[in-house]
């Protein structure tokens, strides 16, 4: 794509961003019946088209603003892409979520420099905390920045489109040799923000770190993550979405969807396939096609979920 | 107990050389120990260590973690590269972890 000046970037970096192209491939999900079924690498387009009418939201997540290692040394570049691509969506999406680690290191700078990129989208966007977000010394920048009206650690709901959202940090007071961690007090709020909603009203439960058991020996999964799905249990569609590991993960259990989005930063290992779920360095040309956003329609009184998983290159 | 930042630790360190060659009898720091992070995983994962002995934790992996002992010991954010040190005064076992990623245990015993 022409007319995105990286100038400061270097020679070969420059020259892989002209060369990028923005197709906007993707695969449309859709599931019908509780079975996941892909319709294929469609253009952005195309996916808006065939996910229309219904209310569309975005997610992103892992921008890890500040991380500059071989894996990919222009984290806040790669989110900038993002940004372009979602502004250059042909159907703007009603918001967006971010699935958190904004930062790399919860420096205000790093905060700082997150907002004036994710700003441009001129989406409302609600964001949940992961743990790089919650690690400067007195634990505030995240919430000073994105707590106001949450409650707890930054934990919050609200009504779109007809659907309920729930926003879920389970990123504070982890425990020795353990997983996420909800905690009583965001539990007992949880149940109490779902007592009374009608059965059929569609919920989304999203939080950084997967609510389900992914793969427990890197800490993929949430402790007390089984108290929380019990709460939606009775509800006849429910999607939990997440980021923390850098890939896309699908499940479907019933009437509940797990995903998980890609990063805009820097790919992560498939569970086991490395000795870490540290950084994973892919040759420059291939990193575009492992970082992306993810867009989710709702159809209404159709049970049925489409989500579009975007790379930043196809 | 005494947590020593890194420049303290260069201090320290040029004054026990200078009483190393001043005395050549004091064994000063020769017990000190190493523990890294690599690939998520403290190495060594347990030490055994007599009382006043420094532990020193680098972290050698592209993403930040920390050093954390409940009620005992708790490190900054550490990014590549980063140290962290540690003196044990005092006998027993002192189970750590990284908060950032729980999965990651390790073990010192100081006796
Ligand atoms: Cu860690």
Known sequence: MSGHDHGDDGVSRRKVLECMTWAGTGVLWTVTGGVPRALGIIDSAQAATAAAPGMTFLQISDSHVGFDKPANPNALGTLEEAVNKINAMPAKPSFMIHTGDITHLSKAAEFDNAERIISQTKLDVHYVPGEHDFIDEEVKLYRERYGRGTKGHGWYSFDAGGVHFVGLVNVVDLKAGGLGNLGAEQLAWLEDDLRGKSKSTPIVLFAHIPLWTVYPEWGWGTEDGGRALEYVKGFGSVTVLNGHIHQVMQKVEGNVTFHTARSTAFPQPAPGAAPSPGPMKVEDAKLRGMLGVASINFKQNEQRLAIIDTPLQG | ?111
């Open chain 2, 1 to 111: 107990m005494k947590t020593l930042n890194r420049r303290d630790f260069g201090v320290d360190l040029s004054l026990a050389l200078a009483a190393a060659i001043l005395l050549p009898a004091t064994k000063a720091r020769a017990d000190d120990m190493e523990v890294h992070i690599d690939n998520f995983v403290f190495q060594p994962a347990e030490l055994k260590i007599k009382v006043g002995t420094t532990v020193t934790w680098t972290n050698r992996d592209d993403i930040p973690h920390t050093v954390v002992s409940a009620g005992k010991f708790r490190s900054k954010t550490l990014d590549t590269d980063d140290k962290f040190s540690f003196t044990f005064t005092n006998a027993g076992d002192y189970k750590y972890f990284c908060s950032l990623h729980p999965h990651m245990t390790g073990m010192i015993k100081v006796e």
